[in-house]
């Protein structure tokens, strides 16, 4: 090898969900998507005492999937289906949008007064955009322990291991451990980009740290990524097939025309398709004027 893989890094901003303070990674300034993935909000860790940590009261979303993916603490899900699922971590709430469903994320009560995890967005691909809504919840995702560390397997398949979760193309989603002073060789797909974001501790990829609160994207055409961690660390790697298309994301939606976004946000509005969830107590969000949106590249 004469040159080392190109990583490109994009700074991450911070925002805020239903009061809670996160740091979004995705979509980037210069990169919208990385496979499917279209959307990474990162929260906590953080401590609390009374207050519920997380309240999302009622949105909708349609043209994609949700990931909901927990370090520590406690969320409740609740659906326009009527599905309540809690997620801890090491569990994966993965909520199908498809053609519309709206749902609330809480603390629960009796929760650990911790939370720190991720959220991520999957665009479904032209084909199932419009699938039925569904909601699944996967207690137990498949493991890999290595010399350096461990490899869960959130989506997609690796290191011989099938992650039950449904998906609707080409991906990879996985949580790499890897022990302080030590180093991790992970497999990839040379036919998919990849992405990694650093949840905790101190990695370098071929030498290079990669800073927490970036996303640090090394494109298509690798075998294997080698990660060397300075002390305990916990890292996200994300990939997949790039989409042949760019999709269009406004607000909680993903499509392919300006139309069908507006008609989401109408139908929102005009309490149309996506439903109701019956078990949130307040009200609902309120859908933002239409001012702009994200053309994914
Ligand atoms: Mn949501």
Same mark, same amino acid.
């Given at each position: 090898?004469?040159?080392?893989p190109t990583l490109e890094s994009y700074a991450a901003r911070t925002t805020e969900v239903g009061g809670l303070g996160i740091v979004r990674a995705l979509p980037a300034r210069?990169?919208?998507?990385?496979?499917?993935?279209?959307?990474?909000?990162?929260?906590?860790?953080?401590?609390?005492?009374?207050?519920?940590?997380?309240?999302?009261?009622?949105?909708?979303?349609?043209?994609l999937q949700t990931v909901s993916w927990l370090l520590d603490g406690e969320i409740v899900h609740n659906d326009s289906l009527g599905c309540e699922a809690l997620v801890q971590?090491?569990?994966?709430?993965?909520?199908?949008?498809?053609?519309?469903?709206?749902?609330?994320?809480?603390?629960?009560?009796?929760?650990?007064?911790?939370?720190?995890?991720?959220?991520?967005?999957?665009?479904?691909?032209?084909?199932?955009?419009?699938?039925?809504?569904?909601?699944?919840?996967?207690?137990?995702?498949? @493991? $890999?322990?290595?010399?350096? !560390?461990?490899? &869960?397997?959130?989506?997609?398949?690796?290191?011989?291991?099938? %992650?039950?979760?449904?998906?609707?193309?080409?991906?990879?989603?996985?949580?790499?451990?890897?022990?302080?002073?030590?180093?991790?060789?992970?497999?990839?797909?040379?036919?998919?980009?990849?992405?990694?974001?650093?949840?905790?501790?101190?990695?370098?990829?071929?030498?290079?740290?990669?800073?927490?609160?970036?996303l640090h994207y090394i494109g298509n055409g690798h075998d294997e990524a080698e990660l060397r961690a300075n002390e305990d660390s916990r890292v996200l790697l994300i990939g997949?097939?790039?989409?042949?298309?760019?999709?269009?994301?406004?607000?909680?939606?993903?499509?392919?025309?300006?139309?069908?976004?507006?008609?989401?946000?109408?139908?929102?509005?005009?309490?149309?398709?996506?439903? @109701? $969830?019956?078990?949130?107590? !307040?009200?609902? &969000?309120?859908?933002?004027?239409?001012?702009?949106?994200?053309? %994914?590249?």
């Amino acid at each position: 090898m004469t040159q080392g893989p190109t990583l490109e890094s994009y700074a991450a901003r911070t925002t805020e969900v239903g009061g809670l303070g996160i740091v979004r990674a995705l979509p980037a300034r210069g990169r919208r998507m990385v496979g499917p993935w279209c959307f990474l909000d990162r929260y906590g860790p953080l401590n609390f005492t009374s207050e519920k940590a997380m309240d999302v009261a009622p949105h909708p979303h349609m043209g994609l999937q949700t990931v909901s993916w927990l370090l520590d603490g406690e969320i409740v899900h609740n659906d326009s289906l009527g599905c309540e699922a809690l997620v801890q971590p090491g569990q994966l709430n993965l909520m199908t949008a498809g053609k519309g469903i709206a749902h609330s994320e809480e603390t629960p009560k009796g929760n650990s007064g911790r939370l720190n995890g991720v959220q991520l967005w999957v665009a479904l691909p032209e084909e199932h955009q419009h699938t039925d809504p569904l909601f699944d919840h996967y207690a137990l995702l498949p @493991e $890999v322990e290595l010399p350096a !560390g461990k490899v &869960t397997i959130i989506a997609g398949d690796m290191l011989g291991q099938h %992650s039950p979760a449904r998906i609707f193309s080409g991906i990879i989603g996985a949580e790499i451990s890897i022990r302080g002073d030590d180093k991790i060789a992970i497999p990839l797909s040379r036919d998919f980009e990849h992405a990694f974001f650093v949840l905790d501790g101190d990695v370098a990829f071929c030498a290079e740290p990669l800073q927490q609160a970036m996303l640090h994207y090394i494109g298509n055409g690798h075998d294997e990524a080698e990660l060397r961690a300075n002390e305990d660390s916990r890292v996200l790697l994300i990939g997949g097939e790039a989409f042949e298309r760019p999709v269009l994301m406004w607000w909680n939606f993903v499509g392919r025309t300006h139309d069908e976004l507006a008609q989401g946000r109408e139908d929102w509005e005009q309490h149309r398709r996506f439903g @109701e $969830v019956n078990a949130y107590r !307040g009200p609902r &969000t309120t859908a933002p004027e239409m001012l702009s949106m994200f053309l %994914s590249s």
